[in-house]
């Protein structure tokens, strides 16, 4: 079983008990989100829902915690001008882990 949900923007494939990063949510640690955008529904391989956009179903997932991704560098040069600059990103996300697809 598994479902094709959307969070901000972006389409995951889920299924239960699996546990994924996604962008950062200020839920804290432990507690209990559900999300609503749910693209498509299969209980098996053979046969899918698709929504129209959305189907009315949900995704319940506990948050397990907020982690930061790996450092990206940024660096700017123009030769011969004295023009340099060197930036670093880090991207938050939380990790979830799906509870339920109902």
Partial sequence: MFAIVNFKGKQYK????ERLFIPKLKDEAGS???FGDVL???KDDKSFQVGAPTLSMK???TVLGHVK???VIIFKKKRRKGYKRTKGHRQ???EIEINSIK
């Fill in 69 to 71: 991704d790996d450092k």
């Fill in 92 to 94: 938050q996300y939380t």
């Fill in 40 to 42: 498509m529904f299969s």
């Fill in 14 to 17: 889920v299924s239960e008990s």
């Fill in 32 to 34: 209990k989100v559900s």
């Fill in 59 to 61: 995704v319940e997932a």
